[in-house]
């Protein structure tokens, strides 16, 4: 069936929260359990044994979330408590329960040691912030370029053209300039007045919704400085602190990760790709994407069926069959239902799952007005609509 028609089977499920390690989220696969290393990196230790708990406990997929997160997939909820203790033991959630809820943090990957600095007092800080929404996060962006202004995050740490600090609110064109000794402080007490201004409902809020109805932070905390232009977005290959390989589609075997382990510690990114440190070549192995003219890299998939007892379909095997099909530069999304959870944002093609096929959207979000209705699997050709 051709023709502009809307979905007709759109319905889905909007949690407001994330998972993370204490709060895993029931899938199809099993629970989904969110792990945020400390500042974005892992020890080669900290590697190999995530990917030995993912074979352990889960069914030994590991995702990469668009937050710099990793989520491991399949676990049992017998394994949870058992899992927990092994992630403690690898310093991988805090020690107080309160304290891991509380921290939703992304960091530039290209970091500097001003950066680190920041983060980790950022980090410590986090354990006195008030009880904030699920998706609630941060972002600290302060590395030489800024990369990171379309990562997701209510409260962020920017540079400004002249290299200086400041403190975001999401939503904002302005920050606030701020000592780097009292940025993390200055982003706690931002948090605090997100609560006070009425930015929670029934546990929901995200800072840009509040911007939005033109309520701004008081003068300490008010927006005045511009951040500085975002840099080129970064691709597989060599960088200053090692070399840059993409995930397929976000989504590695255990082994992979063990694999990786062994060639360095790991910085996690929030663009499906993961920074080896110190690292100048990789083995080629398998779901690794090595070069920035990969097919690959221009599709985004969700976890689709069976691994999403929301989604419609498998949408994975699909969206690599389509890869070659895309040209250089653009973007096709792949997604199981009309929630659009790999890629919020249009895409240049976006095929979503129906109970009869696939809707196909032309330049908008998985939720747009569709411009083809059930496509089957079989008949996909996407070529002509780019
Ligand atoms: S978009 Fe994909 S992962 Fe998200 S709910 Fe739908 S099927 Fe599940």
């Given at each position: 069936?051709?023709?502009?028609?809307?979905h007709?089977?759109?319905?889905f499920?909007?949690?407001g929260?994330?998972?993370?390690?204490?709060?895993?989220?029931?899938?199809?696969?099993g629970?989904?359990?969110?792990?945020?290393?400390?500042g974005?990196?892992?020890?080669r230790?900290q590697?190999?044994a995530?990917a030995?708990?993912?074979?352990?406990?889960?069914?030994?997929?590991?995702d990469?979330?668009?937050?710099?997160?990793?989520q491991?997939?399949?676990?049992?909820?017998?394994d949870?408590?058992?899992?927990?203790?092994?992630l403690?033991a690898q310093?991988?959630?805090?020690?107080?329960?309160r304290a891991e809820?509380?921290?939703?943090?992304?960091?530039?990957?290209?970091?500097?040691?001003?950066?680190?600095?920041?983060?980790?007092?950022?980090w410590?800080?986090?354990?006195?912030a008030p009880?904030?929404?699920g998706?609630?996060?941060?972002?600290v962006?302060?590395?030489?370029?800024?990369?990171?202004?379309?990562?997701?995050g209510?409260?962020?740490?920017?540079?400004?053209a002249?290299?200086?600090?400041?403190?975001?609110?999401?939503?904002?064109?302005?920050?606030?300039?701020?000592d780097?000794?009292?940025?993390?402080?200055?982003?706690?007490?931002?948090?605090r007045?997100?609560?006070?201004a009425?930015?929670?409902?029934?546990g929901?809020?995200r800072?840009?919704?509040l911007?939005?109805?033109?309520?701004?932070?008081?003068?300490?905390?008010?927006?005045?400085?511009?951040?500085?232009p975002?840099?080129?977005?970064?691709?597989?290959?060599?960088?200053?602190?090692?070399?840059?390989?993409?995930i397929a589609?976000?989504?590695?075997?255990?082994?992979t990760?063990a694999?990786?382990?062994?060639?360095?510690a790991l910085?996690?990114?929030?663009?499906?790709?993961?920074?080896?440190e110190?690292?100048?070549?990789?083995?080629?192995?398998?779901?690794?994407?090595?070069?920035k003219?990969?097919?690959?890299?221009?599709?985004?998939?969700?976890?689709?069926?069976?691994?999403?007892h929301q989604?419609?379909?498998p949408?994975?095997?699909l969206?690599r069959?389509l890869?070659?099909?895309?040209?250089?530069?653009?973007?096709?999304?792949?997604?199981?239902?009309?929630?659009?959870?790999?890629?919020?944002?249009a895409?240049?093609?976006?095929l979503?799952?129906?109970?009869?096929?696939?809707d196909l959207?032309?330049?908008?979000t998985?939720q747009?007005?569709?411009?083809r209705?059930?496509?089957?699997?079989d008949?996909?050709?996407?070529g002509?609509h780019?």
């Amino acid at each position: 069936m051709t023709g502009a028609q809307p979905h007709d089977d759109a319905a889905f499920t909007v949690m407001g929260w994330c998972p993370n390690a204490l709060r895993p989220m029931m899938s199809g696969d099993g629970l989904v359990l969110r792990v945020q290393p400390p500042g974005g990196r892992l020890t080669r230790a900290q590697a190999k044994a995530l990917a030995g708990l993912a074979l352990r406990h889960g069914n030994g997929l590991i995702d990469l979330s668009s937050r710099g997160n990793i989520q491991l997939r399949g676990i049992d909820g017998a394994d949870h408590p058992a899992l927990l203790d092994h992630l403690r033991a690898q310093d991988l959630i805090a020690a107080a329960d309160r304290a891991e809820a509380a921290r939703i943090m992304t960091v530039t990957p290209f970091a500097d040691s001003a950066t680190d600095r920041l983060a980790a007092s950022l980090w410590s800080a986090l354990r006195r912030a008030p009880q904030l929404p699920g998706k609630f996060g941060f972002v600290v962006d302060t590395g030489m370029a800024p990369v990171m202004q379309h990562v997701p995050g209510d409260i962020r740490l920017e540079r400004d053209a002249a290299g200086g600090i400041i403190l975001r609110c999401d939503g904002a064109a302005l920050g606030a300039p701020v000592d780097p000794n009292n940025a993390a402080e200055a982003a706690l007490a931002l948090a605090r007045w997100f609560c006070a201004a009425g930015g929670v409902t029934e546990g929901r809020g995200r800072m840009a919704a509040l911007i939005a109805r033109g309520i701004h932070p008081d003068d300490g905390l008010r927006g005045t400085v511009a951040p500085a232009p975002a840099a080129t977005p970064p691709e597989p290959g060599p960088v200053a602190q090692g070399l840059l390989v993409g995930i397929a589609l976000g989504q590695m075997q255990a082994a992979t990760l063990a694999a990786l382990a062994q060639v360095g510690a790991l910085r996690v990114t929030p663009w499906r790709m993961l920074l080896i440190e110190g690292a100048q070549r990789c083995p080629d192995l398998p779901g690794l994407i090595l070069h920035k003219d990969d097919p690959l890299r221009r599709v985004v998939a969700c976890t689709g069926a069976p691994g999403c007892h929301q989604a419609l379909r498998p949408v994975r095997d699909l969206a690599r069959r389509l890869a070659p099909q895309v040209p250089q530069g653009r973007l096709l999304h792949v997604s199981g239902c009309a929630k659009g959870c790999a890629h919020p944002g249009a895409a240049d093609v976006t095929l979503v799952a129906t109970a009869r096929g696939f809707d196909l959207i032309r330049g908008g979000t998985a939720q747009d007005p569709v411009a083809r209705c059930d496509l089957t699997t079989d008949e996909i050709e996407i070529g002509s609509h780019f």
